[in-house]
T-cell receptor
């Protein structure tokens, strides 16, 4: 499975959009990009995933570059409850979700 | 559905004792995962079951750890004997389907294990 690189931490003002980048330059054609988050030692929570096209759901939007070497998770209107560690994971046709160190997002009042 | 249910939520035990962690996956899911999380090592995949069969246990630290899935609705992770370095939060997750592509995993709330 491709390795991902994320910034260690980010801050975002409450009400503003939070844009979390992820680099996955070694991704291959059949690998999906998944995003999870973990709030204060709770179990990781699924956010969104995609293959090639941009995706949007009730929680977030996922923008994947045309070459698929990077992606951005967008939380359109961040709230204090979005403070968490965000994990970007690249998943192939295997069963393994391999978590890296993630980005610690702090939403500031 | 109540989601993935783990028990107990907290466990404190003495070194050398046997510890059993329990997991009830989401009904209908046929893949089950056990993860361990520590500050030093992050989230580590320990073992993966598909249709109740262990597919990959390469992440299990050593012979003191064992996992079983006697049926589709129940799994256990056992540590015998336990050691202080086993202290961690243990998560169980389940998903629909064998292949991770296009199928998300749902995590339980975890069991916080402290071995003194």
């Amino acid at each position: 499975d491709a390795k991902t690189t994320q910034p260690t931490s980010m801050d975002c003002a409450e009400g503003r959009a939070a844009n979390l980048p992820c680099n996955h330059s070694t991704i291959s054609g059949n690998e999906y990009v998944y995003w999870y988050r973990q709030i204060h030692s709770q179990g990781p929570q699924y956010i969104i995933h995609g293959l090639k096209n941009n995706e949007t759901n009730e929680m977030a939007s996922l923008i994947i570059t045309e070459d698929r070497k990077s992606s951005t998770l967008i939380l359109p209107h961040a709230t204090l409850r979005d403070t968490a560690v965000y994990y970007c994971i690249v998943v192939s046709g295997t069963y393994k979700y391999i978590f890296g160190t993630g980005t610690r997002l702090k939403v500031l009042a | 559905d109540a989601g993935v249910i783990q028990s107990p939520r907290h466990e404190v035990t003495e070194m050398g004792q046997e510890v059993t962690l329990r997991c009830k996956p989401i009904s209908g899911h046929n893949s089950l995962f056990w993860y361990r999380q520590t500050m030093m090592r992050g989230l580590e995949l320990l073992i993966y079951f598909n249709n109740n069969v262990p597919i990959d246990d390469s992440g299990m630290p050593e012979d003191r750890f064992s996992a079983k899935m006697p049926n589709a609705s129940f799994s256990t992770l056992k540590i015998q004997p336990s050691e202080p370095r086993d202290s961690a939060v243990y998560f169980c997750a389940s998903s629909l389907g064998r292949r991770a592509q296009n199928t998300e995993a749902f995590f339980g709330q975890g069991t916080r294990l402290t071995v003194v």
